[in-house]
């Protein structure tokens, strides 16, 4: 490869066909549009600066992505939807849901979106390699945290799974924040109240497998996958684990794993098979019948050299790389109908890593959702029902 379309003529060196220089070209066909747009909003709400600044794009009172350090915390400093009846003239919905009452160990995941917020101030909308600029090509909002109950779990399902319901319905594509991982039942409850016949398959990225029925008398967050696959849209065949090893894997849970088939992957099988390998298998089992992929992520899959801050740290998880290819690589392939990311926990965390890290899998989601053509939503998928089912919502009514 030779190509010389751009770049100094003079250089003796030919330009390889590598991704860096794809990622060169891709940035030219950028628009710019929704950066002058935020520009001139910037200085009419905010007012011109002052006159020694020699940049007149910057306001006086900081309006939108600059600087990083300045503004209001939403997630990528996105608008907050304070009416959430709105929600459904978004192509993304990011909501936190700041439960940590079905923790076992550690907990403050009821920081994890206000964590998580705080760190995606750092990210411009813009991608190097995968080329995609979300604040060009998506619009997105943050519609805040839902209403959690902190000493009720199943009060705060209600509240989640309502929630989580409603959004889905409104054709946004939803981002949860949690929250422990016992969010996983609710969220999934909210997403198959309106898939009418329909079915989900889960891609679960986990050091855990979180099937068993009850720890510690109540629904924790070691119980989600047992509740969700109880339900008729969300069949245990198509439930895919990823990653899953080590030495908190609670054997009531391994029980149910093989009671009900369940498709596990440790991380040495991911490793021994390679990631394209994994990404099939997990595609193959988690669409089989199905019509829509429901991502859960626990932060705990990534080794805990690298997520410090999260409910149970693992040793000997997957590498951020490995996981953050396999979630690109799933999110191109499969129609994804939701995505969380949870058991962040800021108190135990370290420099925001942890947060950080969930960030970094929420963008990269959203930007693989862009090439694949997922978004923006020309309209409602064809999985999500008007009608909500009956007997979904008589538990939360
Ligand atoms: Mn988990």
């Known amino acids: 490869m030779t190509d010389q379309s751009f770049g100094d003529a003079n250089s003796h060196f030919q330009r390889p066909k590598t991704q860096a220089n794809r990622a060169l070209e891709k940035e030219a066909n950028l628009p710019l549009t929704g950066w002058q747009q935020e520009v001139s909003r910037g200085l009419e709400f905010g007012l011109e600066a002052a006159e020694s600044i020699s940049d007149r794009s910057i306001p006086t009172f900081s309006r939108g992505e600059l600087p990083h350090f300045a503004g209001i915390n939403t997630f990528l400093k996105a608008p907050y939807l304070e009416d959430v009846r709105k929600v459904g003239e978004y192509d993304v919905a990011i909501v936190g849901v700041p439960h940590d009452s079905g923790t076992t160990y550690r907990p403050g995941t009821r920081f994890g979106p206000q964590g998580i917020r705080r760190i995606s101030a750092l990210y411009t909308p813009y991608n190097f390699e995968l080329g995609v600029d979300l604040r060009e090509q998506i619009t997105l909002c943050d519609v805040g945290d839902i209403f959690t109950i902190p000493a009720n779990n199943e009060k705060s399902f209600d509240q989640i799974s309502k929630g989580i319901a409603h959004i889905f319905s409104s054709g946004a594509f939803p981002i949860i924040m949690g929250g422990d991982h016992s969010i996983g039942f609710p969220t999934v409850r909210g997403v198959c109240r309106h898939l009418g016949d329909k079915k989900v398959g889960i891609i679960h990225f986990d050091r855990d497998v979180d099937t068993q029925e009850t720890d510690l008398d109540e629904r924790m967050h070691t119980c989600p996958w047992f509740h969700a696959t109880n339900i008729k849209n969300a069949p245990a065949k198509n ?139 020309k309209e409602k998928p064809a999985y999500i029902h008007p009608e909500a089912q009956s007997e979904l919502v008589e538990d939360w009514r």
């Open 239 to 377: 439930l895919v684990q990823l990653g899953i090893g080590g030495w908190q894997v609670p054997r009531q849970g391994v029980k149910v794993c093989r009671e009900r088939a369940t498709n596990i992957l440790t991380v040495t099988d991911i490793t021994e098979m390679g990631l394209d390998a994994a990404v099939n298998f997990a595609l193959e089992r988690a669409l089989d019948g199905t019509d829509c992929v429901y991502i859960s992520f626990d932060i705990d899959c990534i080794d805990a050299g690298f997520v410090p801050g999260t409910g149970w740290p693992e040793p000997g998880g997957l590498l951020p790389r490995e996981a953050l290819s396999m979630l690109g690589k799933i999110v191109q392939k499969a129609p994804i109908c939701g995505l969380e990311v949870v058991e962040v926990s800021p108190p135990y965390d370290i420099s925001d890593i942890t947060s950080l890290m969930a960030t970094r899998v929420i963008c990269d989601t959203m930007a693989h959702l862009v090439i694949s053509g997922q978004l923006p939503r």
